[in-house]
């Protein structure tokens, strides 16, 4: 009778700790269920994806030290224009001055040629974007040193947000001290600053343009801006903006 008892007991002991075991396991299960499904509805938005990414910054790395090129190439010519102007009013080299006015001259016109190729270059800027239900990164690419500045937006530290011109392509940002991170051209974090007021150029037809006409205003205010008729008559609604845009793109 003992040994019975004590087989009962121990019978039972495994049985509870099976059922213990099994209901970690569920609770696991279920913790893990959760996770998996916010990680996949964690972004509402997001352009570009991750593997496209890398070869945009690859681009506007390469792009700015060609322009650090270029305008180094100007300082000297500017540098060798003001040598050759300087030693044509040298008395001492006058026999050399005429020499030294058609060297000006051409370096003069060579240089204002160069100032006037990288003036009317177009501007390139890039704005890349993640969104979820709370916040918004808005990662800005340019031709600057920080060529890489990234700004994390709660969607209630949104003060005021408003497009600037009728095309649709400028948008003003006043924040409640929001966070941005200056990149250098290591991909470094160089320093961090608040910031209340920002202003983004943004590429016409666009995804960059596509989400503040169709999708930001879903979580914050755009003031003076409402999907009009004028407006779907020119861009279409939402899904005929990025139709447009995959089959632009080549994307299925």
């Known amino acids: 009778m003992e040994n019975e008892k004590v087989n009962s007991i121990e019978i039972n002991e495994e049985i509870n700790e099976e059922m213990i075991e099994n209901e970690v396991i569920d609770d696991m299960e279920t913790e893990q269920e959760k996770v998996s499904q916010y990680s996949e509805n964690e972004l509402i938005y997001q352009y570009p994806v991750d593997e496209m990414l890398a ?3 690859d681009y506007f790395k390469q792009e700015y030290r060609k322009n650090k090129k270029v305008l180094r190439n100007l300082m000297f010519m500017c540098l060798g224009f003001l040598a050759c102007f300087t030693l044509y009013y040298v008395p001492a080299l006058s026999r050399f001055s005429t020499l030294f006015l058609i060297c000006s001259i051409i370096i003069l016109v060579i240089t204002s040629m160069f100032a006037k190729a990288i003036t009317n270059k177009k501007s390139l800027h890039f704005l890349s974007i ?3 239900e709370k916040r918004v990164i808005l990662t800005y690419y340019s031709q600057a040193k920080n060529y890489k500045r990234e700004y994390i937006i709660p969607y209630n530290r949104v ?3 408003r497009f600037v011109n009728k ?9 409640k001290n929001t966070k941005c991170n200056y990149y250098n ?14 202003v983004f150029n943004l590429n016409p037809l666009s995804y960059e343009q596509g989400y503040f006409m169709y999708v930001a205003d879903k979580f914050f205010d755009i003031k003076g801006y409402q999907l009009t008729d004028k407006i779907i ?7 005929e903006y990025f139709e447009y845009l995959q089959e632009g793109s080549g994307e299925e």
């Open 130 to 132: 993640n969104a979820d």
């Open 159 to 161: 003060l005021s947000c």
């Open 167 to 175: 095309d649709f392509t400028k948008i003003q940002f006043v924040l």
């Open 185 to 198: 051209m290591n991909d470094e974090i160089e320093k961090t600053d608040s910031t209340a007021f920002m």
């Open 233 to 239: 008559k020119k861009y279409g609604n939402a899904d």
């Open 55 to 57: 070869s945009y910054e």
